[in-house]
């Protein structure tokens, strides 16, 4: 006998006016879309990459993506992740921020997102420790939040652009010209360089070497990084040249901030021993997580 499907949330049909929400999801992408209610989006394992209209991010497990309610985003991920959202009624505990706020995770925020989950969208809304929990989980939200980093990527306005721009993305490690992205583009390098500098006010080298950047901030934190090796998986050729654009970029040298941000040996960001999905309390023994409704892609 096949095991049951698990059932599908929409989470503006959910009448708590806080929940938590995890899922184990293959790679996947989803439409443009906004929710009623503030997200708190997080992955336990595995990098999401998220982006609202302007800007985009990754989001690897050292970090997580507040997004306002009603803000229009869209999600993918290219590999495996476990997702752990939280979503908080406007007008709550929630702090009010029409923008949105992407912050380092800490051992304290890790363990509220996770613990979150144990009051699913069928919660009890009057449940007075889930009330007292969000509560608090909404207060620390603005402590976190003076932890916010600039560190994002300009976002496409158009197809073309935005093809050039997950080429560069997927093939971070390898050597690309201003050719080879232009005609995955379909357009011509003089054209490719017009669009960057209207749509996203930059040059395509000045974000290749962001997004490069950005991604070894990514491989650095996670356990046993490496920084040579580091180097070679984000296109750099010399551990030298590596080292001076990190710096330049993030203000430390790589080892530096290795050691500032790397996660403890023994636990990896994966955390796959504290990152179980919880069932709501007195949910009959066997019973079967709730899924995110992801809306599909749009052709």
């Known amino acids: 006998m096949g095991r049951p499907a698990t059932p599908v949330v929409d989470v503006d049909a959910v009448d708590a006016p806080a929940f938590g929400l995890a899922d ?5 992408a989803s439409r443009w879309h906004a929710h009623r209610k503030h997200q708190l989006l997080y992955s336990a394992s595995g990098a999401l990459h998220l982006e609202v209209e302007g800007a985009q991010w990754l989001l690897p497990p050292q970090r997580a993506a507040w997004i306002p309610a009603a803000m ?27 923008a949105p706020r992407v912050f380092s995770v800490s051992p ?13 969208p069928s919660h009890r809304a009057a449940d007075p420790l889930a009330r007292a929990f969000f509560g608090a989980l909404g207060a620390l939200l603005g402590e976190w939040f003076g932890d916010a980093r600039p560190y994002y990527l300009p976002s496409a306005r158009s197809p073309e652009l935005g093809r050039a721009m997950r080429l560069m993305l997927d093939r971070i490690d390898e050597p690309l010209a201003a050719g080879e992205v232009a005609r995955a583009a379909g357009l ?8 960057f500098a209207a749509e996203a ?31 070679f998986a984000v296109g750099f050729e010399s551990l ?18 290795r050691r500032r941000v790397g996660a403890p040996e023994g636990r990896g960001p994966a955390g796959r021993g504290r990152t179980e999905t919880h069932t709501r309390p007195g949910a009959p023994a066997g019973a079967g997580s709730l899924r995110l409704y992801i809306p599909p892609v749009e052709n």
Not at 72 to 97: F, N
Not at 111 to 118: K, N, Q, S, V
Not at 203 to 228: E, I, S
Request: avoid cysteine.
């Open 24 to 28: 184990e999801l293959e790679p996947f």
């Open 72 to 98: 229009r985003h869209r999600v993918r991920a290219t590999a495996p992740v476990a997702l752990r959202t939280v979503y908080l009624d406007p007008g709550g505990a929630a702090p009010e921020a029409e």
């Open 108 to 120: 304290l925020a890790r363990e509220m997102i996770l613990y979150a989950m144990r009051w699913g």
């Open 188 to 195: 011509s390098t003089r054209t490719l360089a017009r669009r």
């Open 201 to 231: 006010q930059t040059t395509w080298r000045r974000f290749l070497h962001d997004a490069r950047m950005l991604k070894a901030m990514d491989l650095l934190a996670r356990p046993g990084a490496r920084v040579t090796e580091t180097a």
């Open 240 to 257: 030298g040249a590596f080292s001076r654009a990190f710096e330049r970029f993030a203000g430390e040298s790589p080892r530096d901030y």
